[in-house]
């Protein structure tokens, strides 16, 4: 059984920063790519991050220059610094990872995690 455990989110400040991280546990072959994603109330899911194996990164323009995706391949884990953060980066921030398991690609997500960014 795959599962992504997600951790960090809490409440800070605008300017103030967090990391979260999610590390994939469970039987499979590969993972690639991780990622972040996040969804604010009464909005779409939407893309933060993604990392390929080879440490590729995209980011959304909304986040360029403020936040970093890194992973460990050696812990299976995808971590996202998150600085300078501003009250529209409130949401609920899933980690998302591409395996393959049993020669299949499935899409996982983690339960999510809530950040919040409010004086």
């Known amino acids: 059984q795959v599962q992504l455990v997600e951790s960090g989110g809490g409440l800070v400040q605008p300017g103030g920063s967090l990391r979260l991280s999610c590390a994939a546990s469970?039987?499979?072959?590969?993972?690639?790519?991780m990622g972040w994603y996040r969804q604010a109330p009464g909005k779409q899911r939407e893309l933060v991050a993604t990392?390929?194996?080879?440490?590729?990164?995209n980011y959304a323009d909304s986040v360029k220059g403020r936040f970093t995706i890194s992973r460990d391949n050696a812990k299976n884990t995808v971590y996202l610094q998150m600085n300078s953060l501003k009250p529209e980066d409130t949401a609920v921030y899933y980690c998302?990872?591409?395996?393959?398991?049993?020669?299949?690609?499935?899409?996982?997500w983690g339960q999510g995690t809530q950040v919040t960014v409010s004086s």
């Open positions: 990392i390929t194996s080879g440490n590729s990164t």
């Open positions: 998302n990872a591409v395996m393959v398991v049993r020669a299949l690609k499935f899409s996982y």
């Open positions: 469970g039987s499979f072959r590969s993972i690639n790519p």
